[in-house]
């Protein structure tokens, strides 16, 4: 399995700030997700993240707002910019099993908070 | 990506009792996957069904896809306060896709003690 990890944890931005999200995986895989999940809702697919790529983003998200990084096959970077309240939420990075499995792995996330 | 409604959104229940939640799709699906997600932590992969009419069991849980490939099922036997959380279903997008989920809504499974 994979392990993920998520930096930070949480945070408490204000409003019109700019908030970067690295997610940190313990093995090199092709593709990367970034989930968003608002209060109390499902989980929504904001882009996939690729090495050596633009990242394809999902209707309703665009990359001026949610900007992705993909440096290398173990590490990426989403960035919430320009925050209002709306965008609030908890951001998951996502990647798929390796080995001919085909689950999902989760990272732990990342609870945002904008004032 | 393909769209799926869950029920019910809530379901109270009584340790040792049963619970299921079912998850339907007007279009047919190439897989169905499940996960758990506990108050406060993420997703947690369970199953994934592809075949027409497949039923997979873990332990307690029982896992159904149609015979049309347009609903699934989990049931629940004899639940537990460990069973507490919410249960998603979510097709996989396949080929290039692979990896995409489209979660349905969630039902949020409480057990009394």
């Known amino acids: 399995s994979a392990v993920i990890s998520q930096k930070p944890s949480r945070d408490i931005c204000q409003r019109g700030t700019s908030l970067t999200i690295q997610c940190q995986v313990d093995?090199?895989?092709?593709?990367m997700f970034w989930y968003r999940q608002q209060p109390g809702q499902s989980l929504t697919l904001i882009a996939t993240?690729?090495?050596?790529?633009?990242?394809?983003?999902e209707s309703g998200f665009v990359i001026d707002k949610f900007p992705i990084s993909r440096p290398n096959l173990t590490f990426s970077t989403l960035t919430v910019s320009n925050m209002s309240p709306e965008d609030s939420s908890i951001y998951l990075c996502?990647?798929?099993?390796?080995?001919?499995?085909?689950?999902?792995?989760f990272g732990p996330g990342t609870r945002l908070t904008v004032t | 990506g393909q769209q799926v409604m869950q029920i019910p959104q809530y379901q109270h229940v009584q340790e040792g009792e049963d619970f299921t939640t079912y998850c339907n799709s007007s279009t047919t699906l190439s897989n169905i996957q499940w996960y758990k997600q506990r108050p406060g932590g993420h997703p947690v992969f369970l199953i994934q069904?592809?075949?027409?009419?497949e039923v997979k069991k873990q332990k307690r849980l029982t896992f159904q896809f149609g015979e049309a490939k347009k609903n699934s099922s989990l049931h629940i036997t004899a639940t537990q306060t460990t069973d507490v959380g919410t249960y998603f279903c979510?097709?996989?997008?396949?080929?290039?896709?692979?990896?995409?989920?489209?979660f349905g809504q969630g039902t949020i499974l409480t057990v009394h003690p």
């Open positions: 069904l592809v075949k027409s009419g």
């Open positions: 996502s990647v798929t099993a390796t080995g001919g499995r085909y689950e999902q792995y």
């Open positions: 093995s090199q895989v092709t593709m």
């Open positions: 993240a690729n090495q050596g790529s633009e990242a394809t983003y």
């Open positions: 979510a097709p996989n997008a396949g080929g290039t896709s692979y990896g995409k989920l489209t």
